[in-house]
């Protein structure tokens, strides 16, 4: 479980030492490196826990986490143009073990993209719905 950033805050080097170690070891051995080429991402997060902890907390602790999997090569980095982040907290319910649940959904359109640019074609974004045919 990702901790609050009020349980880090003024902690030994070692303490955040140790968040770092952990996240990077659970997630080689959930999920292991990314088989295929890291693109842009779309990365929800839902922490599940006995205690609910501040909301800006929620994304503040998942620094470790988030970092384990650029370093696992699920995702490109943790800038604004490598993913969007959507991160949410709920109790568990009666007899339901606490987790996190993470949903990575690359970015269809970047996909596309690199493809139709390796054939010699472009794509480009628009504010505009496409027009269905009548």
Known sequence: MTLSQNALDGKHWSVKHAQKV???E??????????????RAD????R????????????AG?????????EQGWLTGDSYNDLT?????RKCAKGEDPRMVVTIDYDLL???????QKRGATVERTSQPPRLPR
């Not at 990365?43 to 839902?46: E, G, L, P, R």
């Not at 998942?62 to 650029?70: E, P, R």
Request: aromatic share 12%.
């Open 22 to 24: 952990y996240w990077h």
């Open 26 to 39: 659970a997630v080689w051995a959930i999920a292991g490196r990314c088989p295929s080429e890291p693109r």
């Open 43 to 46: 990365v929800q997060i839902v």
């Open 48 to 59: 599940v826990s006995s205690r609910l902890i501040d909301p800006l907390n929620v994304y």
């Open 62 to 70: 998942l620094k470790w986490l988030l970092d384990a999997f650029v």
């Open 85 to 89: 982040i959507v991160a949410d907290q």
């Open 110 to 116: 970047s996909a596309t993209q690199d493809a139709l």
